[in-house]
């Protein structure tokens, strides 16, 4: 058996989140379909560095799968493409010892999540982006960025949802916002993250640039500990898995 480490491309809109799920279409789903396909009706099963939402991107997401098939890596790419959707794309495929683990080998992912602050929502770009009509002030959310960074429980940032067991404890080692005319791209750095924790953050730095809240209130939101002390979660389609990171080759993707 050979253990293949492939790097994923998807475009959320079409399907129902990363994970398979009875009677949905899921990114799963299709690439178990692909391999299934590949191996003559033989099963094989994924693992992911994490799961995505409904709606949610990815331009890095990794996956791991073992294989009693001998094929070249770019042969594996090549075959695994021709059979998937043109909403999933395998950008690179790479033999592995069974010591990698796609999930548990994970030491930082990024994340970033798009926004387009102008009057009108693009509607070619609808799922894709966060439309926020109201002028941010972009220097505030700047600001705003560098208390979430380091390593803080982040319960407040969590979804009443999450199935997480144990600590909340997180480390950003990277937070920032950059703008090329009314875009506005938000860069997540982390040790890991919690369910929905993107999205709330930005719920919260969104509040931070139209006025309806300080940048130094991160400080008393992160030690309040409570989810209720937020609004609403950002929706999805602003947000991308941009790259998984891991000790390998320091910052290999």
């Known amino acids: 058996m050979e253990r293949l480490?492939?790097?994923?491309?998807?475009?959320?809109?079409?399907?129902?989140?990363?994970?398979?799920?009875?009677?949905h279409r899921t990114v799963q789903g299709v690439v178990e379909k692909a391999?299934?396909?590949m191996h003559k009706g033989k099963s094989i099963r994924i693992?992911?560095?994490?799961?995505?939402?409904t709606g949610v991107h990815a331009v890095g997401q990794v996956i791991h799968f073992d294989s009693p098939l001998e094929i070249p890596e770019r042969n594996w790419k090549q075959a695994l493409?021709?059979?998937?959707?043109?909403?999933?794309?395998?950008?690179?495929?790479?033999?592995?010892t069974e010591e990698f683990h796609a999930r548990y080998s994970v030491k930082e992912?990024?994340?970033?999540?798009?926004?387009?602050?102008?009057e009108d929502p693009d509607v070619f770009r609808r799922e894709y982006v966060y439309h926020e009509p109201r002028k941010?002030?972009?220097?505030?959310?700047?600001?705003?960025?560098?208390?979430?960074?380091?390593t803080h429980d982040f319960t407040s940032f969590s979804s009443a949802k999450s199935s997480v067991k144990g600590t909340k404890i997180r480390t950003l080692y990277h937070v920032s916002c950059h703008q090329t005319?009314?875009?506005?791209e938000f860069v997540f750095r982390g040790s890991g993250f919690l369910y929905n924790m993107v999205r709330i953050m930005m719920s919260v730095l969104l509040d931070?640039?139209?006025?309806?809240?300080?940048?130094?209130?991160?400080?008393?939101?992160l030690a309040s500990k409570n989810r209720q002390q937020i609004g609403k979660t950002l929706a999805p389609q602003g947000l991308y898995l941009w790259r998984v990171f891991y000790e390998e080759n320091g910052s290999e993707k």
């Open 5 to 23: 480490k492939c790097t994923v491309s998807y475009d959320g809109s079409d399907f129902a989140g990363f994970q398979v799920q009875p009677d």
């Open 109 to 118: 992912k990024e994340y970033h999540y798009f926004v387009s602050n102008e």
């Open 35 to 37: 391999l299934y396909n």
């Open 81 to 96: 493409n021709t059979l998937l959707p043109d909403d999933v794309r395998i950008r690179k495929v790479e033999k592995k």
């Open 181 to 184: 005319g009314s875009n506005i």
């Open 136 to 150: 941010l002030d972009f220097e505030r959310m700047q600001e705003a960025c560098k208390y979430l960074e380091g």
């Open 47 to 53: 693992q992911a560095s994490g799961r995505t939402d």
């Open 208 to 221: 931070v640039g139209k006025g309806k809240r300080n940048p130094k209130d991160i400080i008393d939101l």
